[in-house]
Structure formats: C-alpha cells, structure tokens
C-alpha cells in the first residue's frame, strides 16, 4: 500500500515560515487528490488546503488568510504545504492525506493518512 510520509514541522517564532512536505511512496490511483489537515491542541482535525490529481485545482480554508501555498512535484509524488507568517494558534500537528474528488470534501481514503508533522509557533 501506497505510504504518505510528511516532513518539514518544527518549533518557529511567530511571523517565520514552514515548508511542509508530504511524499507519496508510489504513485496511485486510489485517490483522487491529496489533502492537508491539521489538529490544533484541544481542537479536532480539520481540513485546510487540498489540490486534485489530474487538474491544477488547488483549494485553501479561508482561515489560512492567504499566508499558506500548496503546490505539487507531479515527478516526485510529492505535494508541498508552505506556510507563512506562521501565529501561535498554527501550532499544531499537520497531516497529510489521500482524499476523494472534490478534494475540497476533505474525504479521506481509508487506509491514506500519514502520520504528521508538528508545528509549532512561539516566542
């Protein structure tokens, strides 16, 4: 079965910058798209950027304000989170995941969760 492995967390001051990845062991066909969720301490694991295998479609929650970008290295089965302008309350565990079209759904294919990266923000 097809491994995600996340990478990249780490202990940042507020206002500095991540960039998160998420290596496929293979590709496949499983899935339709690939997703980032994180969980929060105290907080349940919710959805925040997704892109779609096959399109160029990338999706970002609205709570991100526009400081994380995700693209894709199609050659390396490799999807990047970076974020940016990181605040406390980014601290979390970030994950990746294979996910159902419309990868905006935040579906998780089962069996297709990596293990996740910590991230956390402080001074």
């Known amino acids: 079965q097809v491994k995600l492995v996340e990478s990249g967390g780490g202990v940042v001051q507020p206002g500095g910058s991540l960039k998160l990845s998420c290596v496929a062991s293979?590709?496949?066909?499983?899935?339709?798209?690939i997703a980032w969720f994180r969980r929060a301490p105290g907080k349940e694991r919710e959805g925040i950027a997704c892109?779609?295998?096959?399109?160029?479609?990338?999706v970002y929650d609205d709570s991100l304000e526009g400081r994380f970008i995700l693209w894709r290295d199609t050659f390396n089965n490799t999807v990047y989170l970076e974020a940016n302008g990181l605040k406390p309350e980014d601290t979390g565990v970030y994950y990746c995941a294979g996910v159902r079209r419309p990868c905006y759904g935040f579906r998780v294919v089962a069996g297709y969760w990596g293990l996740g990266t910590q991230v956390i923000v402080s001074s």
């Open positions: 892109t779609s295998m096959g399109d160029v479609s990338i």
């Open positions: 293979t590709f496949t066909s499983d899935y339709d798209g």
